[in-house]
T-cell receptor, first 114, second 111 residues
Framework: EAAVTQSPRNKVAVTGGKVTLSCNQT?????MYWYRQDTGHGLRLIHY???????EKGDIPDGYKASRPSQENFSLILELATPSQTSVYFC?????????????FGEGSKLTVL | GEKVEQHESTLSVREGDSAVINCTYT??????FPWYKQEAGKSLHFVID?????DRKQSQRLIVLLDKKAKRFSLHITATQPEDSAIYFC??????????FGDGTQLVVKP
């Protein structure tokens, strides 16, 4: 079973503070994704990566940076957190290629920005 | 870009009945259509998918239909059980590995 681990699982931050959400996958998948889930909006793609060293902007990248230092790790960075970034964040990995679309999700990170 | 719409935001059925969730997409290049299930307070997990070279796929009580002409696909859950209660997300993707999700359908199976 593919394994994707996120940390922290819960985070309370102050407005203007820096937040880093980390994601680790042990599946040797090339593709990794960061989504946020808000009521009424489903899942929205923030950033994604095709492999170590690559990051791509998704549909809502403003206010977020991403880093993929290795095949296993993909981080989402909020340099100056704002209350509008309060959400549940999901990391996912996928093999791509013929299995494009089949993603394995982490357990989610609930972020509250006060 | 691709836009996936899920037509039912909530769906309530009686245990044992069938449930149908409908989705439409806009990009004719989309070729892969997975479905995900999210139980209350939990993460999403993959349940079934269909590729554009077929129009029907079944896995136990789950059936996925694809109508490429209408750019429409649907998930049918037969003989529903209380443990089927969850949010179901449809999605679409093509060769660039971008996956686009619908907004989710909350399915409630009443005993």
């Amino acid at each position: 079973e593919a394994a994707v681990t996120q940390s922290p699982r819960n985070k309370v931050a102050v407005t203007g503070g820096k937040v880093t959400l980390s994601c680790n996958q042990t599946n040797n998948h090339n593709n990794m994704y960061w989504y946020r889930q808000d009521t009424g909006h489903g899942l929205r793609l923030i950033h994604y990566s095709y492999g170590a060293g690559s990051t791509e902007k998704g549909d809502i990248p403003d206010g977020y940076k991403a880093s993929r230092p290795s095949q296993e790790n993909f981080s989402l960075i909020l340099e100056l957190a704002t209350p509008s970034q309060t959400s549940v964040y999901f990391c996912a990995s996928g093999a791509g290629g013929s299995n494009t679309g089949q993603l394995y999700f982490g357990e989610g990170s609930k972020l509250t920005v006060l | 870009g691709e836009k996936v719409e899920q037509h039912e935001s909530t769906l309530s059925v009686r245990e044992g009945d069938s449930a149908v969730i409908n989705c439409t997409y806009t990009d004719t290049a989309s070729s892969y259509f997975p479905w995900y299930k999210q139980e209350a307070g939990k993460s999403l997990h993959f349940v079934i998918d269909i590729r554009s070279n077929v129009d029907r796929k079944q896995s136990q009580r789950l059936i996925v239909l694809l109508d490429k002409k209408a750019k429409r696909f649907s998930l049918h859950i037969t003989a529903t059980q209380p443990e089927d209660s969850a949010i179901y997300f449809c999605a679409a993707s093509h060769s660039n590995n971008r996956i686009f999700f619908g907004d989710g359908t909350q399915l409630v199976v009443k005993p």
